[in-house]
């Protein structure tokens, strides 16, 4: 199994500018999970999404951020505008967790973005 | 918000035990522990889960009290590779499944 996969790996972008994530998760994981992770907060969940539908978006920070998962292989996170500090290493995980209470997370390797 | 407190840092000699202590006072009857671990900027990795009965597998031991208020991982020869920080999770249930939150772990330096 190729894993999660996450593109780009690492971004560097310029202030203001749109900003997209991606994520494909493990085939037959049923969840799917967006983090940050920065020296200051640490890891914080921003959004999960079971069987394709966002269920918990209290994480996201602010209007510039959006998730989507238009189907069961593929979901992205948007920053629009992008601001110097969203900088940080995203994570997508997925997992076949939903309402069971088992289910590890498999993460990704991240993308690094850099706002300047 | 974590529901689990643990050291900031630990030390470990290489091909010692290392005990990581968590405390969990708050969890539920039906909310299992689970173990990750994250090596320098790699994603978080799973190590182990349980929910009242010890739990070994090819990486770890997992060791929760009686009354399920603390628990212990336990990496029994540690490598320089295991140098990593530790997070202990009680999954946080919402309104359509489980969010796992990560708290600030523990860092676990293991030194030859």
């Known amino acids: 199994d190729a894993g999660v996969i996450q593109s780009p790996r690492h971004e560097v972008t310029e202030m203001g500018q749109e900003v997209t994530l991606r994520c494909k998760p493990i085939?037959?994981?049923?969840?799917l999970f967006w983090y940050r992770q920065t020296m200051m907060r640490g890891l914080e969940l921003l959004i999960y999404?079971?069987?394709?539908?966002?269920?918990?978006d209290s994480g996201m920070p602010e209007d510039r951020f959006s998730a989507k998962m238009p189907n069961a292989s593929f979901s992205t996170l948007k920053i629009q505008p992008s601001e110097p500090r969203d900088s940080a290493v995203y994570f997508c995980?997925?997992?076949?967790?939903?309402?069971?209470?088992?289910?590890?997370?498999?993460f990704g390797e991240g993308s690094r973005l850099t706002v300047l | 918000d974590a529901k689990t407190t643990q050291p900031p840092s630990m030390d470990c000699a290489e091909g010692r035990a290392a005990n990581l202590p968590c405390n969990h006072s708050?969890?539920?009857?039906?909310?299992?522990v689970y173990w990750y671990r994250q090596i320098h900027s790699q994603g978080p990795q799973y190590i182990i889960h349980?929910?009242?009965n010890n739990e070994t597998n090819e990486m770890a031991s997992l060791i929760i009290t009686e009354d399920r208020k603390s628990s212990t991982l336990i990496l029994p020869h540690a490598t320089l590779r295991d140098t990593a920080v530790y997070y202990c999770?009680?999954?946080?249930?919402?309104?359509?499944?489980?969010?796992?939150?990560f708290g600030a772990g523990t860092r676990l330096f293991v030194k030859a």
């Open positions: 085939s037959g994981h049923n969840s």
């Open positions: 708050t969890i539920s009857g039906n909310e299992y």
């Open positions: 349980g929910l009242k």
């Open positions: 999770i009680v999954r946080v249930a919402g309104a359509g499944g489980f969010k796992t939150i």
């Open positions: 999404f079971n069987n394709n539908v966002p269920i918990d």
């Open positions: 995980a997925s997992s076949t967790q939903g309402h069971s209470n088992t289910g590890e997370l498999f």
